[in-house]
């Protein structure tokens, strides 16, 4: 069965350091989203992507993040300057058409220390 | 602005019971859709049920239920002869058909007991 996947599924970073989380979203599929869920709390929206572009971004998508589908197949979340407050889980999703459900893949686990 | 409110943190039933998980949203919008979501200890968030809001039949999806309430903007998710497997966070999620985000609850732990 089709999944989206997501690596790396743990990543420890030094505070003021980039990381770039990656996704594989499911073939077909042309919608990509990323979620953030800190420990414990809600799910959070953070970004929609659509034909090569940003369709929507939430407030704290904010200069500090920017995503990329660099080659057809993946999809990138990446962080610059990583602050203590973005530990978190970080979700991939994608569906294959407007209005249809996100598959979401396993999540990255990003602490930043 | 679209919220979605889940009251209860936590439920524990025994197993082979049936538990209802409470939903409810606040939208201006006539058209949309809802989920739920399971999130086990794994973390990974997998797709319970969804349902479009123009229907007015409840989404059924084996062991899972719903009763969807669109005036009253309800979306409560049943769960039937529940099983060990079925401990997890459940999320309850609203999406918006201009942008297709995806706005979710709190979640609530759902606790199956032998």
């Known amino acids: 069965e089709p999944e989206v996947t997501q690596t790396p599924s743990h990543q420890v970073t030094q505070m003021g350091q980039e990381v770039i989380l990656r996704c594989v979203p499911i073939s077909n599929h042309l919608y990509f989203y990323w979620y953030r869920q800190i420990l414990g709390q809600k799910v959070e929206f953070l970004v929609s992507?659509?034909?090569?572009?940003?369709?929507?971004k939430s407030e704290i998508f904010d200069d500090q993040f920017s995503v990329e589908r660099p080659d057809g197949s993946n999809f990138t979340l990446k962080i610059r300057s990583t602050k203590l407050e973005d530990s978190a889980m970080y979700f991939c999703a994608s569906s294959e058409r407007e209005g249809t459900e996100a598959f979401f893949g396993q999540g990255t686990r990003l602490t930043v220390v | 602005a679209q919220t979605v409110t889940q009251s209860q943190p936590e439920m524990s039933v025994q197993e082979a019971e049936t538990v209802t998980l409470s939903c409810t949203y606040d939208?201006?919008?006539?058209?949309?859709?809802l989920f739920w979501y399971k999130q086990p200890p794994s973390r990974q968030m997998i797709l319970v049920i969804r349902q479009e809001a123009y229907k007015q039949q409840n989404a059924t999806e084996n062991r899972f239920s719903v009763n969807f309430q669109k005036a009253a903007k309800s979306f409560s998710l049943k769960i039937s002869d529940s099983q060990l497997g079925d401990t997890a966070m459940y999320f309850c999620?609203?999406?918006?058909?201009?942008?297709?985000?995806?706005?979710w609850g709190a979640g609530t732990k759902l606790i199956i007991k032998p």
């Open positions: 939208t201006s919008e006539s058209n949309y859709y």
């Open positions: 992507f659509y034909n090569n572009e940003i369709s929507e």
């Open positions: 999620a609203f999406m918006k058909l201009d942008n297709y985000q995806l706005i």
